[in-house]
């Protein structure tokens, strides 16, 4: 992915300055700044879900976009969640689905309805969603939100898996956690993002 002199604006307010970001292929970035930073606007306008007022976006093949709000229907099983969103990926199996779901430890649920499941469930099914089809640029919104230690270690296995298949991987948070997992790490700040060093482990 992409991205050049992107601009956003609500009204008068400039949210996002002029944004210019690549995600190359196999690589795990990381974006940070705090609440109200525009973090969430970004990745909106990265996954197409708002026009920026000026720039561009550019990326092949499929993008996988998991947001910060849970997008899942209490009343379905986890399991139904897969098979609707197998038909709408147009997916031959799910054999994907399944592999992080193993990964992120939430299989057994298979058969629970999304409604009561903990909070940190109803994110592993999030993410699995918007995975499971295999995408080649991952846009990941506080992914880890109501993680425990557990899961929150293996979201980052999860995370290498990825790269090392030559996904592009975003991870957008107001908080930077083990920065040394990343190839590359900014700061969204005053609409702008700034290249941050990362600490090797």
């Not at 400039?14 to 196999?26: F, K, Q, S, T, W």
């Not at 920026?52 to 229907?73: D, L």
């Amino acid at each position: 992915m992409e991205v050049v002199g992107v601009q956003h604006r609500y009204g008068k307010r400039l949210v996002l300055r002029g944004i210019d970001l690549r995600l190359p292929a196999g690589a795990l970035t990381g974006v940070v700044g705090e609440n109200g930073a525009g973090k969430s606007t970004l990745l909106k306008v990265l996954a197409g879900e708002l026009r920026p007022t000026r720039g561009t976006v550019r990326h092949r093949g499929a993008f996988g976009y998991c947001p910060q709000q849970v997008v899942v229907n209490d009343a379905l099983t986890v399991r139904q969640h897969l098979a609707f969103f197998q038909a709408a990926f147009r997916l031959d199996g799910l054999r994907h689905a399944w592999e992080i779901m193993d990964v992120l430890g939430f299989a057994e649920y298979a058969d629970e309805r999304a409604g009561v499941l903990s909070g940190g469930t109803r994110q592993k099914l999030n993410v699995t969603l918007a995975l499971m089809h295999d995408p080649q640029v991952l846009l990941l919104d506080e992914p880890y939100q109501g993680f425990d230690w557990d899961t929150y270690l293996r979201f980052w296995e999860l995370a290498s898996r990825l790269r090392e298949r030559g996904r592009s991987v975003l991870v957008v948070s107001h908080l930077a956690y083990d920065t040394e997992r990343l190839d590359e790490l900014w700061r969204l700040d005053g609409g702008r993002l700034r290249s941050q060093t990362v600490e090797a482990a």
